[in-house]
């Protein structure tokens, strides 16, 4: 296996990152190598001329390189980006598998469901609860800034406000329509391409739970769902050859 170009960069920082003391050509291209990417020492020592010239690496004398403070940025920055693609990949080889209509239902039955949970908990979700709610939607909001996908964030959020319902049979139904833990994920990668309003979102919904408005509770909810479902279309119409458009019939009615 070989170093791919946009790889390079990334598995070299990597190993730089990892080690307890400078790295130099030999250390850098016996650990590429050791990872499945056979490299010689010539050609790790020009990887590391690179990371100096781009001043992601400091050189310490004779003994090798650390990363520079530039370098762990720009680290971190690759890690996002790989993460990014990989879930990208894992979503169309999903979506093809589970078949983009049945994406859609899950999301009118979460409407369906949601759009009560909501009404509840705005009259009946604790003061410690609504606190845990707005940790959830900061660190999710953090998360979005820093381009890291995180699902758990969204799951976390809408499964405090089911439990915040006090009703355990639509708890546990919600909990059941969201059993299939990799759709989560596939629509955090469709919001996050068709750059959607999910944390815009989950703030109204806080607010109006915060509030004690159910009415406020349950239209902030509907309208998330229905965005999520307007920019699940749109990811269909801008990848027509990965789904396709479900039939007019499925669409799902607004409020």
Known sequence: MSLRWE???LQALRIISTSNEP???WRLAE?????GFPTSEATAGRILKDLDYKGLTQKMGYKGRLLSEKGWG????????KQRRSTGEEFLHLLRAH???????LLVARRAIERETARLAAGRISPAEVASLAEIVARHERHLRDGVLSASDDA???????EGSRNRVLAAALDLIRHDDELTPALEYIRREMKGT????HARILAAISAGDPVGAEEAMVNHIDNVIRDVRRFWNKNPGEAETPPAGTTPATK
Not at 74 to 81: A, G, V
């Open 74 to 81: 720009r680290l971190r920055s690759l890690e996002r980006e």
């Open 23 to 25: 790295v130099g050509s």
């Open 99 to 105: 078949g983009p209509e049945e994406l859609v239902e």
């Open 7 to 9: 790889e390079e960069e």
């Open 198 to 201: 999910v944390a815009s979102d």
């Open 31 to 35: 650990a590429l190598t050791k990872a």
């Open 156 to 162: 976390d959020f809408h499964r405090r406000i089911a």
